[in-house]
């Protein structure tokens, strides 16, 4: 959920839609609002990918 929180903030900060984020990640866009609402398990490959995509270190996104 804390992962997923911080996505949508950081993807709405960038004033990103969730289909462009899931361009720039290689990932689909119902997925990206999954993982958002924590309706999905992720992997750490995607958190990484997706971290990327919004310009944060993973490590930061998952700090409590």
Do not use: C
Request: proline residues 2%; hydrophobic residues 45%.
């Amino acid at each position: 959920m804390l992962f997923g929180v911080r996505l949508r903030l950081a993807r709405e900060e960038m004033g990103l839609s969730q289909e462009v984020l899931a361009e720039k990640a290689g990932l689909h866009r119902t997925y990206i609002g999954q993982v958002e609402r924590g309706e999905r398990n992720i992997s750490v490959d995607s958190m990484e990918r997706l971290a990327d995509a919004v310009g944060l270190q993973l490590w930061d996104m998952l700090r409590p």
